[in-house]
């Protein structure tokens, strides 16, 4: 199900009154969401607010960002402040705010959670036509931090985008049998999900936008000092990637595994530390 939010000017989305009012109506229906807890908001953020992001976001294909080009994955991003435009900085600072992530606290019922100033694997992401990302469990420990990571929230950019486009988030079952809430990425839709290591989510079709468009979103990830056991299916991970059916995916992983292993046995924690970072 999709909620949708009126606030009304620049900063109405931190005041209590409204995020009280979002907390009434929502905060049962993120815990017994399936196929984990997740919540859907249309229009949470001012329309103008994020109308001024959507103007300053880069190009990511055209300067210094993160490429990702392999078999399960083929995306842009970047973490860098600095090619950021100053009300998309400001946007991230609030949310990392102390009233949102009280908000977030009580919504999700995850107590001590942990904002990360360095944006890893967040910030800016750009996928174009063509581009995908396979359905996958995301890395469970900040590489710097070494906190354990617990949410997501993604912020969608992108006006009038229609169904036949594709790019939706699919969340996807324990078992990997079906795809259980399909996302459509529109403009001013907020997703805030539970992350662990059997929340199974992506954008996993090739993206069918015309040429010149491109599914732009802001990513923030949140953290805790540690978590319920039942969470973890084993030790610390980077992004493992899972196939659906007849997708060959996990055969194609394995040399990245054996990489992450080689790295992990063998190079020195400073850079297992940058690898995990990227």
Not at 16 to 28: G, T
Not at 117 to 128: A, C, R, S, V
Not at 258 to 269: D, E, W
Request: glycine share 6%; charged share 25%.
């Amino acid at each position: 199900m999709t909620y949708i939010a009126t606030p009304v000017k620049h900063d109405s989305f931190l005041q209590e009154e409204y995020l009280q009012d979002i907390l009434c109506k929502y905060k049962e229906s993120f815990i017994d969401a399936k196929p984990f807890p997740h919540v859907v908001i249309d229009n949470f953020f001012p329309e103008d607010l994020l109308g001024e992001i959507l103007l300053d976001f880069p190009d990511l294909q055209r300067i210094d960002s993160q490429k990702f080009d392999t078999p399960y994955e083929k995306k842009l991003a970047s973490t860098h402040e600095r090619q950021m435009g100053e009300a998309t900085r400001d946007l991230f600072y609030r949310l990392n705010s102390s009233t949102f992530i009280s908000f977030l606290e009580e919504l999700t019922g995850i107590p001590g959670i942990i904002p990360d100033p360095h944006f890893e694997g967040g910030g800016l992401h750009q996928i174009k036509r063509g581009g995908y990302l396979k359905v996958h469990v995301d890395f469970n420990r900040h590489g710097r931090l070494k906190l354990d990571r617990r949410l997501n929230v993604l912020v969608y950019l992108n006006k009038d985008w229609q169904e036949e486009y594709g790019g939706h988030l699919e969340l996807w079952d324990r078992e990997m049998s079906q795809c259980v809430h399909k996302i459509l990425p529109i403009f001013n839709r907020m997703v805030i999900f539970n992350t662990n290591d059997f929340s199974y989510h992506g954008h996993p079709d090739p993206l069918k936008c015309p040429e010149g468009r491109s599914r732009k979103s802001l990513a923030l990830y949140y953290y805790s000092n540690g978590r319920p056991a039942e969470e973890l299916s084993g030790k610390n991970h980077t992004t493992i990637f899972k196939a659906r059916a007849n997708e060959n995916i996990i055969s194609e992983q394995e040399p990245f595994r054996l990489k992450n292993f080689l790295i992990n046995r063998i190079a020195p924690p400073i850079l297992v530390d940058m690898f995990r970072s990227k």
